[in-house]
Antibody
Framework: EVQLVESGGGLVQPGGSLRLSCAAS????????MNWVRQAPGKGLEWVSY????????YYADSVKGRFTISRDNAKNSLYLQMNSLRAEDTAVYYC??????????????????WGKGTTVTVSS | AIQLTQSPSSLSASVGDRVTITCRAS??????LAWYQQKPGKAPKLLIY???SLESGVPSRFSGSGSGTDFTLTISSLQPEDFATYYC??????????FGGGTKVEIK
């Protein structure tokens, strides 16, 4: 079964750090690009970060740039999000999501087809 | 950055109703749009990709259309299990991604 399982969430004080993990199974993890997406309580979905299949290309949303670091270990089938200098507004459920794609040499389309169940991060004193 | 505006933000409908949700992009995105369904306490689920392609296993009552800046998600006959929040997402400048604000479909 294709599966993503997040872990590492919890309660942390403002200014603190937390490392999230996402364990992948049931597919060839090293072949897929991955993302972190978050959802604040009662709010919509917000894209957080992207990492290419090899880990060589990385992007961040402006809201987390300079504070969060995405990484992956393809040998361990795992994705990570190191979160530093946490703020109250980082409180959210954090999901990891796989991206798949289709198309041809002139046009590609993408979609997030596999999601984990999420891990909750609460930033509060 | 590309902004996505969904309308309405919420709606009330009855089982059997035809429901249409709109997603408007701040600039043209070709057909680089996906739709997701999210139920309370659950992860989002992919419904539609490339604006109009139905994900495997998704009921045929769901359909997507549009290109450029205007897109729609239609549920042809609303079922009890369809009460949820729906999000659009653009992939035009992938891997920089944007979600719409969501549309909550509630029971009338």
């Amino acid at each position: 079964e294709v599966q993503l399982v997040e872990s590492g969430g919890g309660l942390v004080q403002p200014g603190g750090s937390l490392r999230l993990s996402c364990a992948a199974s049931g597919f060839t993890f090293s072949s897929y690009e991955m993302n972190w997406v978050r959802q604040a309580p009662g709010k919509g979905l917000e894209w957080v970060s992207y990492i290419s299949s090899s880990g060589s290309t990385i992007y961040y949303a402006d809201s987390v740039k300079g504070r969060f670091t995405i990484s992956r270990d393809n040998a361990k089938n795992s994705l990570y999000l190191q979160m530093n200098s946490l703020r109250a507004e980082d409180t959210a459920v954090y999901y990891c999501a796989r991206v798949d794609y289709g198309g041809n040499s002139t046009y590609y389309y993408y979609y997030m087809d596999v999601w984990g169940k999420g891990t909750t991060v609460t930033v509060s004193s | 950055a590309i902004q996505l505006t969904q309308s309405p933000s919420s709606l009330s409908a009855s089982v059997g109703d035809r429901v249409t949700i709109t997603c408007r992009a701040s600039q043209g995105i070709s057909s680089a749009l996906a739709w997701y369904q999210q139920k309370p306490g659950k992860a989002p689920k992919l419904l539609i990709y490339d604006a109009s392609s139905l994900e495997s296993g998704v009921p045929s009552r769901f359909s997507g259309s549009g290109s450029g800046t205007d897109f729609t998600l239609t549920i042809s006959s609303l079922q009890p299990e369809d009460f949820a929040t729906y999000y659009c997402q653009q992939f035009n400048n992938y891997p920089l991604l944007t979600f719409g604000g969501g549309t909550k479909v509630e029971i009338k």
